[in-house]
């Protein structure tokens, strides 16, 4: 587990500790796999850190390394286009962090 | 006029090959057929529905599918024509039938027509363009003709996929280059066989061309998008692996911004998350 600032938290990270309120009422549970509309709004109610679980696997690296290949591969033609350019861009960020 | 003549004989030709394929089920051909009557009553159409189990099973399977993101379950399918209106059911009740031939042809490409429905879905309401409801359901069907032509053109389907993996293009454009036709053609010529809607059938015969119909350009839109996200995600499998073209057109008609293309991604991944689990695939 790790302590990140919650803008380098990625989409898909799952959570490494239940996340708690000041009241102590439970906001989400530990695992929960964090969805960028969760990110955003976490962040509205103040939140700046988060403890997510590490997933340095070598086999989910593996996995990621092989589904970047296949969407370099898919973007290869892909030359002066801004807005597909601009979606591999994101599907790449989403796979790398 | 005259390639367009020949393109019609051809898709002619092609359809009147497919004598193999089956019609419409009764049930759903005569709800059909009740939703086409001006007196016809939602309630009436609800008891239709609800007279096949198979059928109403999978309705409302469909209507608490958690991208539509009512808030309670709909436990009735009454409810369920009521929420969605008449032209979603019939499009719904048609697609239910043609999704267990999609589900036959390969998990992957399953998961795509349902990443591209949901796709479609969230970005019309985020962009507030035509009506979510039916427009998801253009994503639900847009391959169709892919799926036709596997199972009843499969020498022409094998050579186009060899065509497109070897030349790394795009399945429409080998099919082009052999059938003369694309798999939007076949589709949506079936689609005006099985008597579904020009608003369904329109965006589906239009989705990779590079100019617009004449009526539901937005709905042409949004599934056009829709798949370029769903494709630039890997989200399922089509049977090509080139990304296809992006239309200027469609930020045009959408008056979309390159910077607002991040947003309408992470919402599309979002509500995407669960497609594995929901068709019982780990990896599709």
């Not at chain 2, 958690?66 to 009454?78: C, H, L």
């Amino acid at each position: 587990m790790k302590t990140v600032s919650i803008d380098d938290v990625a989409v898909n990270t799952a959570l490494g500790i239940d996340l708690k309120n000041d009241a102590g009422s439970m906001i989400l549970r530990r695992g929960t796999l964090l969805s960028a509309g969760m990110i955003t709004r976490l962040r509205k109610i103040g939140i700046k850190e988060l403890t997510v679980a590490s997933i340095d696997s070598s086999e989910l690296s593996a996995e990621r390394e092989d589904l970047l290949d296949a969407l370099r591969f898919r973007f290869k033609k892909v030359k002066d286009s801004p807005y597909l350019l601009e979606l591999k861009r994101i599907a790449e960020k989403r796979l790398s962090v | 006029m005259l390639a367009k003549r020949k393109t019609v004989a051809k898709l002619d030709e092609l359809l009147g090959r497919l004598d193999k394929l089956p019609p419409l089920p009764k049930s759903i051909q005569r709800i059909n057929q009740m939703i086409d009557r001006r007196e016809t009553t939602l309630d009436a159409v609800g008891q239709e529905i609800a007279s096949d189990p198979a059928l109403a099973i999978q309705v409302l399977q469909m209507v608490n599918s958690s991208f539509y993101g009512y808030a309670k379950e709909v436990s009735s399918v009454k409810h369920a024509v009521v929420l969605l209106g008449l032209n979603v059911i019939r499009t719904l009740v048609s697609s239910s039938w043609i999704t267990s031939l999609v589900k036959g042809f390969s998990l992957g490409f399953h998961h795509h027509s349902l990443a591209t429905a949901r796709a479609s879905f969230v970005i019309s309401r985020s962009l507030g363009v035509g009506e979510p409801e039916q427009i998801s359901t253009l994503g639900l069907l847009h391959d169709l003709g892919k799926v036709i032509m596997c199972r009843y053109l499969p020498l022409e389907f094998a050579a186009v996929t060899e065509l497109a993996g070897r030349k790394h293009i795009c399945f429409h454009e080998a099919e082009q280059r052999i059938l003369g036709l694309t798999h939007a053609a076949i589709g949506a010529g079936l689609l005006v066989k099985w008597n579904l809607p020009d608003r369904t059938i329109i965006p589906i015969e239009y989705h990779h061309r590079d100019e617009l119909p004449k009526t539901y350009e937005d709905e042409t839109a949004v599934l056009m998008l829709a798949n370029l996200i769903v494709r630039a995600e890997g989200l399922g499998y089509t049977g090509d692996e080139a990304m296809p073209q992006f239309h200027n057109i469609i930020a045009e008609q959408l008056d979309l911004k390159v910077d607002d293309l991040k947003m309408l991604s992470d919402e599309v991944c979002d509500c995407n998350r669960d497609i594995p689990r929901y068709i019982g695939a780990k990896m599709v």
